[in-house]
């Protein structure tokens, strides 16, 4: 693979990226609260009746509370609960949302639904991983390929962060250094990219203290995250069984308007007691195939370590 070519493949992928980064850092505080009546409810710029509306949201809609301010009065009250929907900061009036429930549904829903089993699909592999490298950080393990890098290991080799600021500029390098950071600050517990295919694996940690969450509401609250966002689609998803606890599997894509590239994420949620692991893998569509068999097989090699605080 040519140089050039190995860079336009690498710049797709960091579209994809950026928008990972974004959507952890959108979800990684605040509260679900749903919207509450029978009809929309308009969610605006500030917390003032004049301001511009930022979205319409539906009765039931799943949104992610972060602060509560002082607004307009209405209905004798002038608290406004502010919204963080994927990096979008938006006010709705308090009276019009209420803490949500573990089985409440937010506004997407499939044709399937009414008829969706409680019987998970098991997670399984056939690929020999005997050979794969283990990634470990704290509570957890998991399995990869060869040629799978960590990116804070990445970020700490010198000589050949040189080499790449000569070839692609400071800015990439630059990048590689934010993800190495966010992954110290806990934004994320691992991040590994692969460079031949241009892929990317996040791991990230949530925790639902006090809240018994559920498969069902942790496959509603992904899906209404991820069609919230410009250029993104739902694929797939559904319930599924893993060796490390019951979780969900979702598949978008996102379709980036200025490079014409579509980026491929596959979603799994793993529901470990009062934590949530959300482990995603980025990659071009093109190549999905290939990458979803593997990343099934690192997925099924995740493990837990309760003991290991």
């Known amino acids: 693979m040519s140089a050039q070519k190995w860079f336009r493949r690498f710049i797709w992928v960091l579209a994809a990226c950026i928008i990972m980064v974004v959507r952890a850092a959108a979800q990684s505080d605040g509260t679900p609260y749903q919207v509450v009546g029978s009809q929309a409810v308009n969610a605006r710029q500030c917390p003032q009746l004049d301001c511009a509306v930022v979205a319409s949201l539906q009765p039931d809609t799943i949104v992610m509370v972060v602060d509560v301010v002082s607004g307009d009065t209405v209905f004798d ?10 990096g979008t900061v938006m006010y709705v009036h ?18 399937s639904d009414d008829e969706e089993s409680d019987v998970n699909r098991v997670i399984s592999t056939s690929i020999d991983t005997s050979a794969w490298i283990a990634y470990t950080d704290q509570r957890i393990e998991l399995l990869a ?5 960590n990116i804070v290991e990445l970020a700490a080799d010198t000589g050949f962060l040189n080499d790449l600021r000569e070839m692609y500029g400071a800015d990439f390098v630059d990048w590689i250094g934010d993800l190495s950071r966010d992954c110290k600050d806990g934004v994320y517990v691992l991040v590994l990219t692969e460079f031949e295919g241009s892929g990317m694996i996040y791991v990230e940690r949530k925790y ?7 498969p069902r509401y ?14 993104a689609n739902l694929i797939n998803s559904e319930l599924v069984r893993l060796p490390a606890g019951d979780g969900v599997r979702v598949v978008t894509s996102f379709s980036d308007e200025l490079t014409g590239s579509i980026t491929a994420n596959i979603i799994y949620g793993i529901i470990i007691g009062d934590e949530v692991y959300y482990l995603t893998l980025a990659v ?3 190549h999905i195939d290939y990458y979803a ?6 997925i099924t090699s995740f493990d837990y370590d309760a003991s290991n605080t």
Do not use: C, H
């Open 77 to 86: 009250s002038d608290q406004w609960v502010q919204v963080d929907a994927d």
């Open 94 to 111: 308090s009276k019009l949302v209420e803490p949500a429930e573990s089985e409440s549904a937010p506004l997407y829903e499939t044709d």
């Open 145 to 149: 390929p060869r040629g799978w890098l």
């Open 208 to 214: 639902w203290t006090g809240t018994s969450i559920t």
């Open 218 to 231: 942790l496959k509603r609250l992904i899906e209404t995250r991820n069609v919230t966002i410009q250029g």
């Open 284 to 286: 071009q569509a093109e």
């Open 293 to 298: 068999d593997m990343f099934d097989a690192v």
